[in-house]
């Protein structure tokens, strides 16, 4: 993107003075120092201010390590962003990890092909969002393995392998979504460390009412704790 075109359209959103500010910038070809600009203007009182509630800025495969350092900002702010498109972008998990625990209003993230976005992020992040005095509302998750979407009240990863990073976040994502009713995990190849992570989020959730688990590396004291976790009315097959 051209300085030009920076300044033209930083000139445009200072003329029209949006509250609500949904700020797009999706596949335009971003270099990685211009999505920390903009980034910078939402965390720094700019004309972008801290009203942007959804930030789009997927399939910019250039945006990685500069922009993620003012990303981490945004997040710890108090900007209300509720959504966050980070798709094919090369912004690293880690490093959002702490800012997303802290942040209370993002609840939406898409990490399609994004490639420091991989199991082992997902455990870091997930394992991050499910302990005690977690500030996160995030519930809805678009990865490479499921997408849990808006007004989804089943889904099904029967018969897929999944790594512990995503049952890690799977079960964060639980924690606080009040729409999922059904989720089978069918020979998913879990184990006991996925069980742990799923029972955490249990005890918080309070739609779930059927959680299939069959055919599962799982012990009986994985079986119980999960069991014990579950509210009632809430149907588990193991």
Known sequence: MAQSDLDELEEAFAILKLRALQLNLRGCGLMDFDGA???????????????VSALHLGENKLVGYES????????????????????GTHIDGRSLAYAIKMNATLTYLD????????????????????????????????????????????????????????????????????????????????????????????????????????HNHLDEEAQSLLLSAVGRGVEVLM
């Open 111 to 214: 990490v399609r092909n994004a490639p420091l976005w991989d199991d082992p992020v997902f455990q870091v992040v997930g394992s991050t969002l499910l302990e005690k005095g977690c500030a996160s509302q995030l519930q809805y998750l678009r990865c490479d393995d499921f997408d849990l979407l808006p007004g989804i009240s089943t889904l099904s990863l029967h018969e897929t392998a999944l790594g512990i990073g995503v049952f890690h976040i799977m079960a964060a994502l639980l924690r606080r979504n009040s729409e999922l009713k059904e989720l089978d995990l069918t020979a998913t190849d879990t184990d006991e460390r996925g069980a742990a992570a799923l029972a955490v989020a249990l005890e918080d959730n309070t739609s779930l009412t059927r959680l299939t688990l069959s």
């Open 37 to 51: 600009r903009f980034l910078n203007a939402i965390t720094g009182g700019s004309v972008f201010s801290t009203d």
């Open 68 to 87: 993620g350092k003012i990303l981490v900002d945004l997040l710890k702010a108090k900007c209300p962003v509720q959504w966050l498109d980070l798709q």
